[in-house]
């Protein structure tokens, strides 16, 4: 089956320590993104990457940071320095170039404790 | 600043009635303008999408109505059912940039 695959679904983070998310796609998309959604809130934008070991900030980088040294992986870490880390990360992937549908996974619910 | 605003924030439409979703954006060059919807812990899919050359799109019971002057669209779910209850987001997207999303409506059919 073709998608994106995020793990863990869920993931418990202690104060202070940084976690990473992963996801992964079998699509042969080039473009993947990070989305951060919060209650209320729409899907905000947190990094994103039109290609191999290349990446630019979304609206809300600071205090994440992500890879992209194969296409079909763009991990998410999630750094101590982000003070309101609990939210649920969704990441998608789409073909290159505008007007191409954007296919999202199922997401991980980061909660800190 | 947000720069794209969706209304309202939750509906309650009756089984086969319309629902209807407005947005707004400010970025004239945004080029592509989905809608999607979001079950609880599932990540969205998308529902139907739009360019800024086309004034509407229709897909089944869903139709897009686009706006470019007024920098306005809008879904409509025609026939309700009680299986579109969901959370729906209108987004737009320039070029390959991450989409940009509205807040979302919480959507409920009565039976």
């Known amino acids: 089956d073709g998608g994106i695959t995020q793990s863990p679904k869920y993931l418990f983070r202690k104060e202070g320590q940084n976690v990473t998310l992963s996801c992964e796609q079998n699509?042969?998309?080039?473009?993947m993104y990070w989305y951060r959604q919060d209650p209320g809130q729409g899907l905000r934008l947190i990094y994103y990457?039109?290609?191999?070991?290349?990446?630019q900030k979304g609206d809300i980088a600071e205090g994440y940071s992500v890879s992209r040294e194969k296409k079909e992986s763009f991990p998410l870490t999630v750094t101590s320095a982000q003070k309101n880390p609990t939210a649920f990360y969704l990441c998608?992937?789409?073909?290159?170039?505008?007007?191409?549908?954007?296919?999202f996974g199922q997401g991980t619910r980061l909660t800190v404790v | 600043q947000q720069q794209v605003k969706q209304s309202p924030q939750s509906l309650i439409v009756q089984k086969g009635g319309i629902s209807i979703i407005n947005c707004a954006y400010e970025?004239?060059?945004?080029?592509?303008f989905p809608w999607y919807q979001q079950f609880p812990g599932k990540g969205p899919a998308l529902l139907i999408a739009?360019?800024?050359?086309?004034s509407e799109k229709k897909e089944g019971r869903f139709t897009i109505s686009f706006n470019k002057s007024a920098k306005q669209f809008s879904l409509h779910i025609m026939d309700s059912q009680p299986g579109d209850s969901a959370t729906y987001f209108c987004?737009?997207?320039?070029?390959?940039?991450?989409?940009?999303f509205g807040k979302g409506t919480h959507l409920i059919i009565q039976p």
């Open positions: 987004a737009a997207r320039r070029g390959a940039d991450g989409l940009t």
């Open positions: 990457s039109q290609i191999v070991n290349d990446f």
């Open positions: 970025n004239t060059a945004f080029d592509y």
């Open positions: 699509l042969n998309h080039d473009a």
């Open positions: 998608a992937s789409s073909m290159s170039g505008g007007n191409t549908e954007a296919f």
């Open positions: 739009i360019r800024p050359d086309v």
